[in-house]
């Protein structure tokens, strides 16, 4: 069993910063894409960012240039570096972990509790 947990959320002026981490813990054979999805109420959870074990990085035309991703492979972690955030980046945070777990050779997917990150403007 793996679990994901997440910190760094909380309550932020537009303009300000937040650093999102998500640690993955359990029986870990490998992880291969970690990355974070946010969610609005109503509305679809979308793909924030993502980096793969290769270290290439994706991001959601909205957030680049201002959010930047990061992992630290060896303590299975991930950051979330977010800079000039504004209102409509309020959602909550989920991350996830492409991973084998239990059984080396089947690929699942993990998730995070979720975190609340909210810009107030």
């Known amino acids: 069993q793996v679990q994901l947990v997440e910190s760094g959320g909380g309550l932020v002026q537009a303009g300000g910063s937040l650093r999102l981490s998500c640690a993955a813990s359990?029986?870990?054979?490998?992880?291969?894409?970690m990355g974070w999805y946010r969610q609005v109420p109503g509305k679809q959870r979308e793909l924030v960012a993502r980096v793969f074990n290769g270290r290439s990085t994706n991001y959601a035309d909205s957030v680049k240039g201002r959010f930047s991703i990061s992992r630290d492979n060896a303590k299975n972690t991930v950051f979330l570096q977010m800079n000039s955030l504004k209102p409509e980046d309020t959602a909550v945070y989920y991350c996830y972990a492409d991973g084998a777990y239990s059984n080396p050779t089947y690929v699942s997917r993990a998730w995070g509790q979720g975190t609340q990150v909210t810009v107030s403007s």
């Open positions: 359990g029986t870990i054979f490998s992880i291969n894409a």
